[in-house]
């Protein structure tokens, strides 16, 4: 039952008014009443003066109907419903009184006194939905922009496939140890993250970095933040850009990217001797 209805709900997602108009005056002719009606019938139904074929069906609900459902459609019911597709189970009970049958009709799913509730929460992820949406966009088209960037100036980022996330690396050529550009709403990173799978091998690599810190600063031409991370797994040397994020202008993308390319430049030029005698 419940398949066919979606199969149902999906022709009718697609179908026009005119469309509709046919297959209405088919079903008038098989019961004797005049197909040519069909039009005026459904435009009554609609409330319509005339056909508004942009707003003809661009929502579609399916209401299953039965005398009790079990536990795997009513599973499935809250599923799909949890994915924004407008789907009700009603129950129908038939009673017979002194020969007059009666029939109760409940709506199971969603409860009545739920369903305002429900529409806030859906509409609240709806929202949430769309913002990270809207955040991926903005970052895949700012991660597209930087590695154009690094591409004309054949860095080590030149053949990073841009991402949506707010991050994006290239191995230094030590496993375990990556250069990443970081982006977040208000600044951005260039950093080297360390992390070969232990702890204690991460924290080794990282204290000898940090035993020559004044050189690897002098060579970069500013002071880095070195965080050891002594409560998590991995380490890392980055440097902060406070010129913008993602969410500054777009037209003020092109001289933050090139800052941030300029930064990463430095920070491998700067790594590159103590990272070449590391002994792993």
């Not at 991995?234 to 500054?248: D, F, H, Q, S, V």
Request: glycine fraction near 6%; charged fraction near 35%.
């Amino acid at each position: 039952m419940e398949l066919q209805a979606i199969r149902y709900a999906s022709m009718v997602s697609a179908m026009t008014f005119d469309r509709a108009e046919q297959i209405h005056g088919e079903f008038l002719s098989r019961v004797n009443e005049p197909a040519e009606e069909a039009k005026a019938r459904m435009l009554d139904f609609l409330g319509w003066e005339e056909v508004d074929e942009e707003n003809f069906a661009p929502d579609v609900r399916i209401i299953l109907v039965s005398e009790d459902f079990g536990k795997e459609l009513t599973t499935a019911v809250l599923w799909l419903r949890e994915r924004s597709v407008d789907i009700r189970c009603v129950r129908l009970r038939p009673y017979e009184d002194r020969g007059t049958r009666l029939i109760d009709v409940q709506q199971l799913i969603p409860l009545p006194e739920a369903h305002e509730y429900q529409v806030q929460l859906r509409e609240k992820e709806q929202e949430g939905r769309k913002k990270r949406a809207e955040r991926f966009d903005v970052r895949h088209r700012f991660w597209t922009g930087l590695v154009e960037i690094a591409r004309k100036q054949h860095t080590r980022h030149a053949n990073i496939k841009p991402g949506a996330y707010h991050w994006i690396g290239a191995s230094s050529g030590i496993r375990g140890l990556g250069f990443n550009y970081v982006i977040v709403q208000e600044h951005a990173v260039v950093e080297l993250y360390i992390d070969r799978g232990e702890a204690e091998e991460n924290k080794r690599i990282f204290d000898s970095l940090a035993h020559h810190k004044e050189e690897i600063e002098q060579r970069f031409g500013h002071s880095l933040l070195w965080e050891r991370l002594d409560l998590k797994r991995a380490c890392r040397i980055k440097y902060r850009l406070e010129e913008g994020g993602y969410r500054a202008p777009e037209q003020e993308w092109p001289e933050i990217q090139k800052g941030m390319v300029d930064a990463m430049v430095r920070l491998e030029t700067a790594l590159k001797p103590e990272l070449d005698s590391l002994a792993l």
